[in-house]
């Protein structure tokens, strides 16, 4: 059970970049070109080329080739299902959190 432990650690830090869950974000519709990616991230060429052999590494994404183009796209869409998820969270903590403010505020 220990081994799941560091496993889930490892995808946690992998998907711990703003960046990163930009790219999941973008392909949560579906497959897309890397020169896609490039545009909307507004990554230079090296910076994303790392981020998605990171996320490859992990399991996150798949990507292939075609032609002189390269294709990603989520590997599982239950990684969506969980960012989608802490989202919510992270949505909920935000209220809570105004509205203590409020209660509190002269």
């Known amino acids: 059970m220990k081994h799941i432990y560091e496993l889930h650690a490892e995808v946690c830090k992998t998907l711990a970049h703003a960046k990163r869950i930009e790219i999941i974000n973008l ?3 579906g497959e897309k070109p890397v020169s896609l990616l490039l545009e909307e991230t507004g990554l230079l060429k090296a910076n994303l080329s790392q981020h998605l052999s990171v996320m490859r590494q992990r399991g ?3 990507a292939r080739k075609e032609g002189l183009s390269v294709f990603c796209r989520i590997a599982n869409p239950k990684i969506v299902r969980a960012c989608d998820l802490m989202r919510e ?3 909920e903590q ?5 509205e203590t403010f409020k209660k509190w505020k002269p």
Not at 94 to 98: C, D
């Open 60 to 62: 996150i994404i798949k």
């Open 89 to 91: 969270v992270l949505f």
């Open 94 to 98: 935000t209220e809570e959190r105004k």
């Open 27 to 29: 392909l949560r519709s």
